[in-house]
């Protein structure tokens, strides 16, 4: 079983931050949290993963709270592109992927 | 950039036939997983390999499946006497091993297979 909590889905006007949230709160200490997204029909693509520290690279940005039980995943400016099923997953390095009902995002114009 | 490829993008069958669908990693990457993924659900995990080893399989995994990764490059995902409910999208994804991967461990995935069984 998926061990992340997401919400179903979420609106966000384009142009806007969009931010995704997820609770872990039963993660462990050398567990990351890894987020990727899937656009219609194709295959899920990896956007970023953190252990502790908060992260960004040029798609997102990861914040993890301190006790590491939520995080939140930052598209700073959504594009009508960025609508995608996003899931948040926990994992063990080198474990395989176990997949969550993820949130649906809809971007908006 | 060459990503992971899939063969065919989409299988149209009758029941009862049997299916291959071919996965082409990486190159450089020695991990290869099979995922299913079935309408409205998040992917789920079927087997790995780590070079031509099959390491782990999930219990979804029946006897009619079989995945094989001969000489650890491409797989094949072999389906025999397919069922309606074998109907669904079939990923692969590769991966370096951890100890190369370091801050890198992630897995790349392809663009899927979908079957279809009437």
């Known amino acids: 079983d998926a061990k992340t909590t997401q919400p179903p889905s979420m609106d966000c006007a384009e142009g806007r931050a969009a931010n995704l949230p997820c609770n872990h709160s039963t993660i462990s200490g050398n567990e990351y949290v890894y987020w990727y997204r899937q656009i219609h029909s194709q295959g899920p693509q990896y956007i970023i993963h953190g252990l502790k520290n908060n992260e960004t690279n040029e798609m997102a940005s990861l914040i993890i709270t301190e006790d590491r039980k939520s995080s939140t995943l930052i598209l700073p400016h959504a594009t009508l592109r960025d609508t995608a099923v996003y899931y948040c997953?926990?994992?063990?390095?080198?474990?395989?992927?176990?997949f969550g009902a993820g949130t649906i995002l809809r971007v908006k114009s | 950039d060459t990503g992971v490829s899939q063969d065919p993008r989409h299988k149209i069958t009758k029941r009862g036939q049997n299916v291959t669908f071919r996965c082409d990693p990486i190159?450089?990457?020695?991990?290869l997983y099979w995922y299913r993924q079935t309408l409205g659900q998040g992917p789920e995990f079927l087997t790995y390999?780590?070079?031509?080893?099959?390491?782990?399989k999930s219990r979804l995994l029946s006897d009619r499946f079989s995945a094989e990764r001969p000489k650890g490059s491409f797989s094949t995902l072999e389906i025999q006497r397919t069922e309606q409910g074998d109907s669904a999208m079939y990923l692969c994804?590769?991966?370096?091993?951890?100890?190369?991967?370091?801050?890198?461990?992630?897995?790349?995935f392809g663009p899927g297979t979908r079957l279809t069984v009437l």
């Open positions: 190159s450089e990457h020695n991990r």
């Open positions: 390999f780590q070079n031509e080893a099959q390491l782990e």
């Open positions: 994804a590769s991966s370096l091993p951890p100890r190369l991967a370091g801050k890198r461990d992630t897995q790349y």
């Open positions: 997953i926990v994992r063990l390095v080198g474990n395989k992927l176990v």
